[in-house]
């Protein structure tokens, strides 16, 4: 089943990937040591930006990414192992079964109390943070972190293994190499952060400056992220390419500032699309053209949505529809107003 | 003695879900003699969308879950054409039939491979590496070949969902997360070329479903019949029916209806309502959802889950796949954690070929005419003051509901209403399945169906894995072993469809 090394450059080359990306990258990409690894944090997500992720084919496959560049040590929702196993999975390297019933015992025995970079004299320490934090560690985290009351023992998010959200990001952020915030909800508090913000959600960037963390971050939005956008950033870091960020933390190349980098400017009905003639404009919902006088937020969203489009059918091949051509208006699910700043979505008549 | 575990979290499921298990001796027999399943993340989403414009509850409630955005979007559309007195042209109560078959095909697909199936295979010595590793193996497992076949099963089932979900962006937009359902139908046009694209796409998913989604499925039954006699439940299965079949919603391709036991009987929306007793929540117990509040309350007493626990005339039912299949009539060879993995696969082909027929001559896609408008506006009325609606559809995993109280304006300068929202209520279907106890402590679906489940390794409890994830639960699920012998007591963490 695993491919080698090899073997993946071979079919990236027959199957276009090559033509995406520069090949260099991929082999850069793919030169590192082995096994980078990556722990995947799911805080208040609905899941969709992992269900996205599902669907990466234009840069390359998800089976690709599992079985070839990245060692996913916690990931809830595809991990095999359940319980104990998955969370001490995300901690140390590979431990071996008798290891972890012997991990199971002190845990049990410690319960929330126990520290992660603690040597436990005589006993295996299988949550070898040090040896972990030593090789270097990715952090992506999905979803929002809302706060939580230390006296309570309710908590409005629990990842498991008697962790809260808002822990177990502060211990892992802390030593994590680098931090991957995907989707809107992690990046900028999303959906959960809306007034009332009933539970004092927060994203990434908020909650480091809160904890008085300073980290290397990427922001990569999206209601969900599109699963391209993450590929495509990661393959960067792990070829130890430099991601160039813009004003909202965001890599530049894809989100951006500058004017010709809005949805508006590379739409279907930007005016620059149709010369001599002014773009149709829909007057109703459902009508064909701009859908500006609708709600349309493509003049404040900053993404390539128009040209990558969504929901590719092969290597190298763009997605099969977005928003717009949807005759949906852009909601702007990629700003760091979304959704408050950016409701009412529909608009006019 | 009794041992008190929880599986913490339960992996494999979209969200966050812990359940705990107390496992004791019976007849010579170690099994589960109780359960308790918690929602162990909460966000408040019925309170974010209050004050909100009509409008923008499709875009926001679709949010709730990344696996079956469809489904609220679809839910949340007929609540507001219920409380508008609105209706969607042919053309868009098809197209917004054929992205929600889509996306349940994508999720039982990702179910069944990605999710289940890795309880019964011993991939170890395929891939060992993570997150494939580590993982439980036990003795029953299939291992060799058999397993082999499996794993490569589960690398074609990436590419197969991807295209379902490919599939529904056709006329959804994108997916997950769609954008083109509105109340008053799909913004989205039919044209000729993309129903092509569709009918590629679903061929190569038919093939698939046929020749290796259903006989796996069928397989799987076959060689672990054991687990047709584990995980019964309640006995008791319910379903608002989906895939409407006329603009008046009359005729379904799955009926609404419930299973008390006996025979399938009517279903009456009147007498649901949501218990608190055992959630973190301080608003009254026993509310109808159309008069339904949540008020969050962390500190509460004796209470073990972020979700309600709902009801039908006070009594526990079961709903998904199997739910729906029995009360068509599609399925009735009994209620276990196989019947539910079966009636899954089988009713993921039933939706494919009611998309399009084998020959293409008919189905929803024959059925669109291209041109035709699939759109139209509603027109809010201004009386009664407030508008009330019902959204029942059902999720890939069952029935799903939203209920609004609308208040209708005139903002100045205009002449047409607009909305606002002044009460959002939603009942999940995993809240029903993996719903805590009632007021009448009676335990849920799940709770009921774990018990007396037989665990014949207590380091590895694969039996307990296999029925929870029988069920689908939506939620990030973990199961925790509590031991009495322990220090501190261990507490459980998976949830889904958590609001
Ligand atoms: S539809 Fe939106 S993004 Fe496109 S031109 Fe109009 S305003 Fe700009
Ligand atoms: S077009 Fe706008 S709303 Fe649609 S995915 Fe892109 S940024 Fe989000």
């Known amino acids: 089943m ?79 192992a359940a319980g104990d196993l998955a969370i001490k999975g995300a901690l140390g390297p590979h431990p071996n079964l008798t290891e972890l019933a012997a991990f199971e015992n002190q845990w049990l025995m410690e319960g929330p109390d126990l520290k992660f970079d603690l040597d436990k004299d005589g006993r295996v320490n299988l949550i070898d943070f040090n040896a972990l934090c030593k090789q270097g560690y990715i952090l992506v985290v999905e979803g929002s972190i809302p706060a939580e009351d230390a006296a309570c023992p309710v908590k ?40 009332p913000n009933p539970t004092g959600a927060k994203g990434v960037s908020d909650k480091l400056i809160e904890l008085g963390y300073s980290k290397p971050l990427i922001n990569i939005p999206g209601c969900p992220a599109h699963p391209d956008w993450f590929v495509l950033t990661l393959l960067k ?62 003049k404040n969203t900053w993404s390539n949505c128009p040209v990558l489009k969504w929901n590719s059918g092969g290597p190298g091949q763009n997605g099969v529809n977005w928003c717009v051509e949807a005759r949906s208006p852009c909601c702007g699910c990629v700003e760091p107003d979304f959704p408050d700043g950016k409701t009412p979505f529909i608009t006019g008549s | 003695m009794a041992t008190t575990f929880t599986i913490d979290p339960i992996t494999r499921i979209e969200g966050h879900l812990k359940i705990e298990v107390t496992v004791d001796t019976v007849d010579n027999q170690l099994q589960v003699v109780d359960a308790r399943s918690c929602g162990v993340m909460f966000r408040g989403f019925e309170k974010i969308l209050i004050n909100h414009d009509a409008f923008d509850a499709p875009i926001i409630s679709q949010r709730i879950c990344g696996v079956c955005p469809v489904s609220h979007a679809m839910a949340s559309c007929l609540s507001l054409e219920n409380a508008f007195g609105a209706t969607p042209p042919a053309n868009g109560r098809i197209l917004r039939n054929l992205v929600l078959g889509a996306n349940y095909i994508q999720s039982h697909i990702l179910h069944f491979y990605h999710l289940a199936a890795l309880d019964y295979i011993n991939t170890q010595s395929i891939l060992d590496m993570a997150p494939w590793a580590p993982r439980f193996t036990t003795p029953d497992m299939l291992s060799g070949a058999p397993a082999e076949t499996f794993v490569s099963h589960y690398v074609q089932a990436l590419t197969i969902r991807r295209k379902a979900h490919q599939m529904g962006a056709l006329f959804g937009g994108k997916l997950p997360h769609l954008a083109s359902f509105m109340p008053g139908g799909c913004l989205d046009v039919a044209s000729t070329e993309k129903i092509a694209a569709f009918r590629a796409l679903l ?10 989604f259903v006989p796996d499925t069928q397989a799987l039954k076959d060689l672990f019949p054991q687990y047709s006699q584990i995980g019964l439940g309640c006995g008791k299965l319910l379903a608002y029916g989906v895939f409407d079949l006329n603009e008046a919603g009359t005729s379904k391709l799955l009926a609404r209806g419930r299973y008390d036991g006996t025979s399938v009987e009517p279903l009456d929306p009147a007498v649901i309502t949501e218990d608190v007793k055992y959630s973190w929540f301080s608003s009254p117990s026993g509310l109808n959802p159309s008069v339904g509040e949540t008020e969050a309350d962390r500190y509460k007493e004796g209470a073990y889950s972020w979700t309600k626990a709902p009801r039908y005339n006070g009594q526990v039912y079961e709903l998904g796949p199997l739910a729906r299949m029995w009360v068509n009539g599609d399925y009735r060879n009994g209620i276990s954690a196989m019947d539910r993995l079966m009636a899954r696969a089988l009713e993921a082909q039933k939706i494919a070929y009611a998309m399009d027929s084998a020959d293409h001559t008919s189905g929803w896609l024959n059925e ?13 009325p201004t009386a009664p003051a407030l508008l009330n609606g019902i959204g029942l559809t059902e999720a890939p995993r069952g029935a799903l ?12 300068g205009s002449s047409t209403a607009k909305g606002k929202i002044l009460r959002y209520q939603v009942i999940t279907p995993t809240s029903w399945n993996a719903s805590p106890r009632d007021d009448q402590n009676q335990p849920g679906p799940l709770e009921q169906a774990l018990i007396g489940t037989p665990v014949a390794d207590i380091s590895q409890p694969v039996e307990i894995l296999r029925v929870i994830h029988s069920f689908d639960p939506c939620l990030a699920c973990s199961v925790h072993l509590l031991r009495p012998d322990r220090k501190k007591p261990q507490t459980v963490v998976q949830t889904g469809c958590c609001l």
């Not at chain 1, 390359?60 to 990414?65: A, G």
């Not at chain 1, 809260?164 to 508090?189: H, N, P, V, W």
């Not at chain 2, 291209?370 to 509603?378: D, F, I, L, N």
Request: glycine share 10%; proline share 6%; aromatic share 6%.
């Open chain 1, 156 to 195: 409005f998010c629990d990842i498991g293994g008697h962790l809260s959200m808002e822990e177990a990001f502060s211990i892992l952020s802390q030593k994590a190499d680098r931090i991957i915030a995907l989707g809107t909800c992690a990046c900028y508090g999303g959906i959960p952060q809306a007034v």
């Open chain 2, 203 to 212: 061929d190569e998913i038919k093939q698939f479903i046929d020749t290796v």
């Open chain 1, 237 to 298: 870091v792990l070829a130890g390419q430099t991601v160039t960020l813009d004003s909202k933390g965001r890599p530049a190349d894809l989100f951006g500032d500058s004017s010709s980098q809005r949805v508006h400017a590379k739409c279907l009905f930007h005016p620059s699309r149709w010369p001599g003639s002014a773009p149709p404009q829909a007057a109703t919902l459902g009508d064909y053209g701009c859908l500006e006088s609708l709600g349309c937020k493509g």
């Open chain 2, 401 to 412: 509901g939203h209920w609004s109280t609308i208040n209708p304006y005139i903002p100045a």
């Open chain 1, 2 to 80: 695993r491919l080698s090394r090899r073997d993946f450059l071979k079919i990236a080359g027959a199957a276009g990937i090559t033509s995406v990306l520069p090949l260099d990258l991929i082999q850069k990409a793919m030169a590192g040591n082995g096994d980078p690894r990556v722990i995947w944090l799911q805080g208040q997500s609905c899941s969709g930006c992992s269900v996205s992720l599902l669907n990466s084919v234009k840069t390359t496959t998800i089976d690709d990414i599992l079985l070839n560049k990245i060692n996913l040590g916690y990931h809830s929702t595809l991990i095999a």
């Open chain 2, 368 to 380: 669109l005419s291209v041109g035709a408008p699939s759109y139209t506006k509603p027109v809010i």
